[in-house]
């Protein structure tokens, strides 16, 4: 086993349970959720139709730091090749 394959598993092992404890975090809200909204009366906020739902807000800020991790990526990886080509000429 290589040391990127010990990166790999030790990745997968920390999001699996990175996920997990969101679950629980995310049901045990919901059932808040429920019980706060249920027991609070129907009132509509000043301007409520021109403000965006909160997941279009989390999709619009995911969406940016996704194309801004593309662009970062991009250029790791073109330094890296430039560099690999330096060491290569080396030899």
């Known amino acids: 086993m290589t040391m990127l394959d010990n990166v790999r598993e030790y ?24 019980t706060v909204t249920s027991a609070l009366p129907d009132v509509q906020a000043p301007f409520a139709d021109r403000l965006p739902k909160p ?8 969406s940016y730091l996704g194309d801004l991790m593309e662009a970062n990526k991009d250029f790791a990886t073109r330094m890296a ?7 290569a000429t080396e030899s």
Do not use: M
């Open 11 to 34: 990745r997968t092992r920390y999001i699996d349970g990175l996920k997990s404890a969101q679950d629980q975090v995310v049901s045990y809200n919901e059932r808040i959720a429920d």
């Open 55 to 62: 997941t279009a807000v989390v999709d619009t800020y995911f």
């Open 81 to 87: 090749k430039a560099w690999d080509k330096a060491e």
